[in-house]
Every structure is written in C-alpha cells, then in structure tokens.
Nanobody, 129 residues
C-alpha cells in the first residue's frame, strides 16, 4: 500500500515556473517508477513525465520536453516536477502516480496510465496568458 500526496500547484503567469511535489508514504520499493499525468477539463488524462526510482532515468512527453524536469529525493521519498516556461496549455490538474518498474525493455509502458496502481489526489495548475 502506497499513499501519494501532491502539492505545489497554483496560479502562475505564462513564462513562469512552478515546482510540484509528490510525497510517498507506506510501502515503497526501489523497483518502482513514479509518473506525472495531467488532465484538463474535457480532455483525457495524458502522460507528462516519469522517473525510475532506482537509477533516476527520466522520460518526458514531447509537449513538455526541455521545459519540465522530473527528479527525486530518496531521503524524503519525494518526487518533484519542475515546470519552467509555462504556457496556457499546461493548465490542468496534475497527478502523481506509482507503479512497479517494468521488467521488459520497453520503456514506453511508463507513458500510459493503465498500470499505475496508486494515485495522488491531484493538484491544480493554472497558467494565465
């Protein structure tokens, strides 16, 4: 059992920055991956970024590549999403999720939400144009 709590959302002007945090508690293991997803009103939940807990390999959606950075703090059991150069289209509820690291060589599995079995409550990010 894992509990995830997101924080750090808010209102920011276009071009600004926010850092989201996701604190994990309960039984966590080094073979887990943490993912960030977002969902705007009327749209499907989409992949944003993911990080493999052991080793720290990261993956990003094309829409946020070069603007967002995903990182982790092992001591705090926390994953971060640093969001820079925000644009209006980044407005959404952002969710943190966890899943077991893939045992296959296909890393694309981290880009889909199906196998993420624990989810946080979400934090709202609003970017004004």
């Amino acid at each position: 059992q894992v509990q995830l709590v997101e924080s750090g959302g808010g209102l920011v002007q276009a071009g600004g920055s926010l850092r989201l945090s996701c604190a994990a508690s309960g039984r966590t293991f080094s073979n887990y991956a943490m993912g960030w997803f977002r969902q705007a009103p009327g749209k499907e939940r989409e992949f944003v970024a993911a990080i493999i807990w052991s080793g720290g390999s990261t993956y990003y959606a094309d829409s946020v590549k070069d603007r967002f950075t995903c990182s982790r703090d092992n001591a705090k059991n926390t994953v971060y999403l640093q969001m820079n150069s925000l644009v209006f289209e980044d407005t959404a509820v952002y969710y943190c999720a966890s899943r077991r690291a893939s045992t296959s060589y296909d890393t694309s599995v981290y880009r889909r939400p199906y196998d993420y079995d624990y989810w946080g409550q979400g934090t709202q990010v609003a970017v004004s144009s």
